[in-house]
């Protein structure tokens, strides 16, 4: 009980509240990193879904008609939902880097995406044997992979992969 005509000092002192704002400083800090990962993890996700996307379009073209096709108008109409392109303007759409084979035998299809955290991922699919594309020669679905931009043209960047992809 203070004393009459004392008065009681109330609040907090200077360390007390440099403490607080230390241990806040300490949680942003440890927060602000998982944070970044956890976003550049969701952009490169979005990539990888629109190129499986992408690709679950050109071979529903191609069960129509046998090929693969470079016509971003007819791609556009079975997934309208993707900006389509055939060259690098489309950074965050899909673009339909070639339709291999030649052009009354297109049995392959590549197709790549840019991440807004800067990866290129890519993904390409071989329809029939002896269409050799990429360095690679065999039927299936092929994933890439690039840091930093770049493409993905090279033989040694495309892997096959049954379970999880990229």
């Known amino acids: 009980m203070p004393r009459p005509g ?14 607080v704002v230390l241990i806040i400083a300490l949680l942003v800090a440890i927060a602000i990193p998982t944070f970044l990962g956890a976003r550049r993890r ?4 979005q990539a990888q ?9 050109e071979k529903i073209y191609y069960a129509d008609s046998q090929v693969f096709t470079m016509d971003t108008t007819r791609l556009a109409a079975i997934e309208p939902n993707l900006n389509w392109s055939t060259d690098d303007a489309a950074a965050r759409g899909v673009q339909i880097m070639t339709a291999g084979g030649g052009p ?6 590549a197709l ?7 990866t ?3 993904i390409m699919d071989i329809a029939k044997h002896g ?5 690679k020669d065999a039927p299936g679905t ?7 931009g770049g493409n993905c043209t090279a033989p040694n960047t495309w892997f096959q992969s049954s379970s999880s992809g990229w």
């Open 112 to 118: 790549k995406s840019l991440s807004k955290s800067g």
């Open 104 to 109: 009354s035998n297109d049995q392959s299809i």
């Open 131 to 135: 269409h050799t594309y990429f360095g």
């Open 42 to 45: 969701a952009q490169d996700r």
């Open 6 to 19: 004392h008065v009681r000092d109330e609040g907090f002192s200077l360390i007390e509240l440099t403490v």
């Open 142 to 148: 092929y994933y890439a992979k690039k840091s930093n």
């Open 120 to 122: 290129v991922f890519c």
């Open 49 to 57: 879904s629109n190129l499986r996307n992408g690709l679950s379009a």
